[in-house]
């Protein structure tokens, strides 16, 4: 199973809002990923997640503020969002550490479509 | 800068004949070449993957060419079929010796296969 899930599927929210959104792996991985894509362009490193330590921030804006709860979940804590900030979020994982096997292969999340009014 | 150059951005290939994605790198110390499929609303999908030690891969009717003299990659999609319509992205990654390994996306290409 390859599976990675994310809640929710689509998010309308204001520029004064708090929202979250949440990414979840069953397959032991041990690298979580957090990127963003606009229309017709590759998918745009934000954070990444190494052992539940935040391993990579691609100096993202702090009103992104990624949360590792436990090796099985990833969350995106969004707060004063800006209407360009509108795009799908898509969570991935990999097996992540020196000590795996095979390639470290990264599977993606369906995304959560935003909207930010 | 960026690390991974793809070609063309748009494609439209009649069903039953062979589409092809180049890609391009400069950086030597990449060791992973995985090639995503991302249909309208849905997140990227694991198609086929390479690493430098070998030409060439196949599964089913995609295949993967690999040069690494000229460090350039090449998706070849055999028979292709309205279903395979979708954007494809190629990517590098520094992988062996790595905890992590972090991907470097081609801008992505626009497949439309013709009935």
């Known amino acids: 199973d390859t599976e990675v899930t994310q809640t929710p599927k689509h998010l309308v929210m204001g520029m004064t809002n708090k929202k979250s959104l949440k990414c979840e792996q069953h397959?032991?991985?041990?690298?979580m990923y957090w990127y963003k894509q606009k229309a017709k362009k590759p998918p745009e490193l934000m954070f990444v997640?190494?052992?539940?330590?935040?391993?990579i921030n691609e100096s993202v804006p702090s009103r992104f503020s990624p949360e590792c709860p436990n090796s099985s979940l990833l969350n995106l804590h969004l707060h004063a969002l800006q209407p360009e900030d509108s795009a799908l979020y898509l969570c991935?994982?990999?097996?992540?550490?020196?000590?795996?096997?095979?390639?470290?292969?990264?599977?993606f999340g369906p995304g959560t479509r935003l909207t930010v009014l | 800068q960026q690390q991974v150059k793809q070609s063309p951005q748009s494609l439209i290939v009649q069903k039953g004949g062979i589409s092809i994605i180049n890609c391009a790198y400069e950086?030597?110390?990449?060791?992973?070449f995985p090639w995503y499929q991302q249909f309208p609303g849905k997140g990227p999908a694991l198609l086929i993957a390479?690493?430098?030690?070998?030409s060439e891969k196949k599964e089913g009717r995609f295949t993967i060419s690999f040069n690494k003299s000229a460090k350039q990659f090449s998706l070849h999609i055999m028979d292709s079929q309205p279903g395979d319509s979708a954007t494809y992205f190629c990517?590098?990654?520094?992988?062996?010796?790595?905890?992590?390994?972090?991907?470097?996306f081609g801008r992505g290409t626009q497949l439309t296969v013709w009935p």
């Open positions: 991935a994982s990999s097996q992540g550490g020196l000590r795996r096997e095979g390639p470290d292969t990264q599977y």
């Open positions: 397959m032991g991985h041990r690298a």
């Open positions: 997640y190494s052992y539940e330590k935040l391993s």
């Open positions: 950086n030597t110390a990449f060791d992973y």
């Open positions: 390479i690493r430098p030690d070998v």
């Open positions: 990517a590098a990654s520094r992988d062996r010796g790595s905890t992590l390994g972090r991907l470097y």
